[in-house]
């Protein structure tokens, strides 16, 4: 009789997928979907907390004078004084423009 429900047991546990060389079958639990997506959730959450943590200590180390991230610094204006190039003023402008000029 026990034989009998051994074989009745190891015929089940085929059914299901189980190995047949152990005691009962054992069943995996599957991951619940709503605790990976909070394990992913609190993974990136640590990642970026380094990312930030690590930019204060570069800047840290660098001064407060570096500019901060996602901040241009702006180029100084230039001011230029502007001159009309006429027939009568080019050669103001550009004295030696004669000695290029080719005679065919």
Known sequence: ?????????KGIAKLLGAETTG???????Q????Q???QQLLQQ????????QQLKQQQARRGKGTVRPGRRSVPPAAFVK??????????HIYPN???MQVTV
Request: hydrophobic residues 35%; charged residues 20%; negative net charge.
């Open 1 to 9: 009789m026990d034989e009998l429900i051994i074989l009745i047991f």
């Open 23 to 29: 005691g009962p079958a054992k069943r995996t639990p």
């Open 31 to 34: 991951p619940n979907p709503l």
């Open 36 to 38: 990976q997506l909070q």
């Open 45 to 52: 959450h640590q990642k970026q907390q380094q990312l930030k």
């Open 82 to 91: 502007h001159q009309l190039v006429t027939p009568e003023t080019v050669d």
């Open 97 to 99: 423009d004669h000695l």
